[in-house]
């Protein structure tokens, strides 16, 4: 990619009320016996030049299939870092929209120690919400395409490295 053409930074969405701080490093934040629709995202960490950033660190959290939020415990949150490459893959559920909010996955992600921290929310394609949410950002919608098993959800987040 040539210098003069940079890519846009991921649009920054508001954290909202329930972050919680602390969660567990893994790359799979479902506990055994949740129920929901199987999600996987996957996607990389990229600079503005489109460049991978290895081991990026990325922190995820959502509502449950009922849209509800865990605020006791770490159950459907938890932090990985990018391997080598700039890949990240999360293993989830589904989340189900709730009051006023479309579907959504919060995200936090930081290239590196010295780097500022990217807060965002993905949306779903085709959510009805997502007319009417606030907080919406079509930026930020995921590519989310059905499996035989659940769905698989694809997005790129482009950071600051300094």
């Known amino acids: 990619m040539s210098a003069e053409r940079k890519l846009e930074l991921t649009a920054a969405v508001e954290e ?3 972050y919680k ?3 567990p490093e893994r790359n799979n934040i479902v506990d055994p016996g949740t129920p929901g629709i199987k999600l996987v995202l996957e996607g990389r960490v990229l600079d503005r030049n489109g460049q991978p950033i290895p081991h990026a660190w990325l922190d995820f959290w959502h509502a449950d299939a009922t849209g509800t939020y865990d605020n006791k415990g770490y159950h459907l949150r938890g932090h990985q870092y990018a391997d080598k490459d700039g890949r990240y ?3 989830t559920i589904r989340p189900k929209d709730y009051l006023f909010r479309a579907t959504h ?3 936090k992600v930081r290239a590196n120690e010295n780097s500022a921290i990217l ?5 779903f394609p085709g959510d009805k919400k997502n007319a ?3 907080l919406f950002e079509k930026l930020t919608v995921m590519d989310v395409r059905d499996t035989k098993d659940g769905q698989k959800a694809t997005f790129d987040f482009v950071v600051e490295t300094n």
């Open 16 to 18: 909202g009320p329930y």
């Open 89 to 91: 893959r999360l293993e």
């Open 132 to 134: 009417t949410d606030p």
């Open 105 to 107: 996955v919060h995200a």
């Open 119 to 123: 807060t965002t929310q993905l949306f």
């Open 21 to 23: 701080t602390g969660s």
